[in-house]
């Protein structure tokens, strides 16, 4: 098999061949056993995960990156399926009787560490998925369940393959340098240059267009993406969700999503954004006043819009601290920024990087890199590296785990692979990518999800790598947007793309001095999606609209009339549901982690290695808070974090 010749049947027949080799290790295990024992009833679970990772990675995934539509939308059927045997196992009788069986014997009780936790998970799992309901109801969560799969699938499938953008003559992107407006497509029947929502014309065109109106055009495109199918997708789900939790005797599906968070409960993320709504609305209203001044000096209107927004922010930055974000990119060209990156967590982690060049691909622009242990000397894992939009390709930017590390049944140790996915500006024939500084803090953050997977060091999938809980696996990414704010960092790598000058000092003051410009207002937006994300699963009868307005108000920025992001909000539907609140709850952690590097040593070895050692290798093998304290040395708290948006107090 071949990515690049890879066809729908092999997709398909690929996956139904992979469940079926999972269903029968499942149904070797659940089959009668004169002793039950870690290695013949729990081992093979972790073995059928490995299975459906194998085959996500081959198969599955390519929904999310392939250039061929037909080979996307099998592939994003087959994750479908491949979900759904997830839901069958563990909703099966003869699996809950086997683990009941063997959590009763002797070994299960003198089981530690790892195995300990695995059994604890599992049981969990099997509560969770209705074992002790009544069978009637245990038969309808299942339903509902598989229907959630399905709508999952759906949901973002429809916001990868939507296509939308706006016409432009020369003169309406007034405001953009010419290397943008000369790389736009051109529209064949007009004449006029495409500028579509994707993030590589997103970002710079709410940023520097001067052109309101079209501004706001294509803001209201973006909120509107799949908006038909999308939303009814969205009510469903929220309905299913609430008659689950109802099922387990819970009052909200937030309650039930959160027994599996740090935070545990719905009141515990309320007071958790109490303790910083006050405080970041007295800053955020401050912003505000002066983005209002700006907005009136060009414009007969007081009232800032969401299509305003990024573009004064980005008129402060050049007019007060010297950042012009297109001038800055000329120094952040992708090559030099991943060698940056690479040499940085080289010296700090004890780890070398080596470029695979001959593998298989699924597209021209992937690369893949293979981690290796300083030392030992051995491989410890591999990654790629897709990196530019292309139509039907995943939007956004993430990391997806493929193979998971763990301990094979021969004894082996299987090292992980993963896939990073992102949108940045393609190179011109003229010009290499080149990542606005933005960019370059989106880079570092998805690259603290590839180390959190690839240095991870379990004995089982369960655990591997991000592998942990939801509310905690932003942590390690947080934590290394901080390194591309230090002077120190920056001028390693940041060199003129054409010169090969280093960053002027100046420039790389300036660019610090701007970094908590109009934070307050940045951290407001997340506190409404994640605001958003919580009152979608407080409670029966969710009026869609009603939310969707509401919080606006969080935000300081009036509703955009006639749009509905939630549309689009794919991760509503992609894992985060009840769970959205976890950048904000991972980022007070990932501040607090760093504050031992500001004290230690921003790029001391010693530090990175305990970092390494007691989070990044334990995957999932110790709760948050526990890998929190290891590596800190004290209880976690948010000193760190809202000193960083100048807000005192303690938590």
Partial sequence: MSYSSLTPAQVREGAEKAIDEARAVLDETVADKDTRTFENTLKPL????????HAFTEYAFMGYVHPDREVRDAAKDIEEKLDKFGVEMVFRDDLYSAVQVYAETEEAGSLLGEKARFLEFVQRDLRRAGHELDPDTRADVKAKTERLVELGVRFQQNIDEWDDWILADREDLAGLPDSFIDALETDP??????????????????????RRDLREQLRFKFNTVAVEENRKILEEAVQLRQEIAEAFGQPTWAHHRLEERMAKSPERVSQFFDELYEPLTELGQGELATVTELLGQDHESDVVRVWDW???????????????????????????VLEGMFELTS?????????????????????????????????????????FPREGKYGHAAEFPLIQSRRLEDGSYQSPICAMVANFTKPTKDAPS???????ETLFHEFGHV?????GRTELARFSGTNTERD???????????????????????????????????????LVAARNLNRAMFQLRQLQYGWWDQELHRGPDRDLDVIHTEGARLSLLPVHEGTFPLASFGHLLGGYDASYYGYMWSEVFGDDMFSRFEEEGVTNPEVGRAYRREVLERGGTLDGDEMLRNFLGREPNNEAFLRKLGISGTK
Wanted: proline residues 4%.
């Fill in 46 to 53: 972790d073995r059928i995960a490995d299975i459906l990772a």
């Fill in 189 to 210: 029947e007009t004449g006029k240059s495409k500028v579509t929502i994707e993030y590589p014309h997103l970002i710079p065109f709410q940023e520097n267009a001067k």
């Fill in 310 to 336: 990024s573009y004064y922010d980005t008129q402060q930055r050049r007019t007060d601290y010297g950042v012009d974000n297109f001038e800055v990119a000329k120094y952040f060209a992708l090559d030099q």
């Fill in 347 to 387: 010296e700090m982690f004890g780890i070398t990087y080596e470029e695979i060049n001959e593998f298989d691909k699924w597209h021209p622009d992937v690369r893949l890199f293979a981690i290796l242990d300083d030392d030992r000397g051995e491989e410890l894992s591999r990654f790629y590296l897709d990196l």
């Fill in 434 to 440: 080149l990542l606005q500084h933005g960019q370059v």
């Fill in 451 to 455: 180390l959190h997977q690839n240095l």
């Fill in 472 to 510: 905690f696996v932003e942590a390690p990414s947080q934590i290394m947007q901080h390194w591309i704010w230090r002077a120190d960092v920056l001028k390693r790598f940041a060199r003129h793309y054409e010169t090969g000058e280093p960053i002027p000092d100046e420039l790389v003051e300036q």
